[in-house]
């Protein structure tokens, strides 16, 4: 019987004490962000274990984009999985800027306007797929037309943009692979394929993507995962690591629900009935907004 600590907080509480009061104080989803940090750090102090980090494109275009750009700078993932998206607003956003709105202003006036609503966060038209589709231009002018692996080509498309805030350059920079199995869903995808109909020899194999992770996944000792959302950049994280017996750790931030059976929803405790995450596997389902949760969890850290 563990007694309820009350939470004590003032001027000088640092994230990392408020973090481990959270394991005092008896909270409902507190208790779980404490556990995820815990967690957490059980990964990073692991040097014999191999580290997934996977979300989805739209916390891309908000400040998060920061929070990543600097765990794949301090080389805290090896491997980072998710959505085509996050190319688009990793490249939009090194050279233009996205503006802060709100979930509701007037759609059609938006759109009159040739304004895009992203949740609270507004792109005007130019800086989004004007700006992508200039760029992809000049990248795509100074590439080698051949068979790519995917990673490598954004390895190169980070190196291009050049800039330090961009989470593409620091992966680049680092080596550090990103998989896109959805590569054709959005603007960046839709570019490459627009060069393709022009340039028949140059070529993505998705294939030699899976076979670096079959390498990664085969070859590692022990695994985790810090997932946010759902869709394919959760899935292709759990479901390669299957092929080894499940993820060893495992931190899954969600808003979605459970009940209506969904991958974005359902919870850690599911993954193990396929063999995705290990039985023994320490693990954890946080539900709440990411943008609120992850610069607490990552602030105990950085």
Known sequence: MIPVKDLKINSKTTVKELIDQYGKMGGFSS????????????????????????F??????????????????????DIIITT???????????????????????????????????????????NYGKIIEEKMHEFFSDIEIKEWPLYELVWELGKFIGKEDSLLYQAYRKKIPVIVPGIT?????????????????????????????????????????????????KHHTIWWNQYRGGLDYAVYLTTAVE????????????????????RKARHITIEGDATVILPLMFGYFL
Do not use: C
Request: net charge neutral.
């Open 259 to 278: 009940y209506d059976g969904s991958l974005s929803g359902a919870r850690t405790r599911e993954a193990i009935s396929w063999g995705k995450i290990n």
């Open 84 to 126: 085509a998206g996050t190319l688009d607003h990793d490249l939009a956003r090194s050279f233009k800027n996205y503006y802060h709105g709100s979930f509701d202003l007037d759609d059609r006036e938006l759109a009159k306007h040739h304004i895009y609503r992203l949740g609270n966060v507004i792109i005007p038209k130019d």
């Open 31 to 54: 208790k779980k962000v404490e556990e995820g940090v815990r967690i957490l750090k059980k990964m990073f102090d692991d040097n014999n274990i191999t580290n997934f980090l996977s």
């Open 185 to 233: 869903d959005g603007a960046v995808g839709s570019q490459l394929w627009s060069f393709w109909e022009m340039n028949r020899n140059f070529k993505i194999n998705l294939f030699m993507d899976e076979h670096l992770l079959s390498d990664i996944i085969f070859t590692a000792k022990k695994t985790g995962a810090l997932m946010i959302g759902g869709g394919i950049s």
């Open 56 to 77: 989805p494109a739209d916390i891309t275009s908000t400040g998060l984009r920061g929070i990543f750009r600097d765990a794949i700078k301090n080389e805290m993932f």
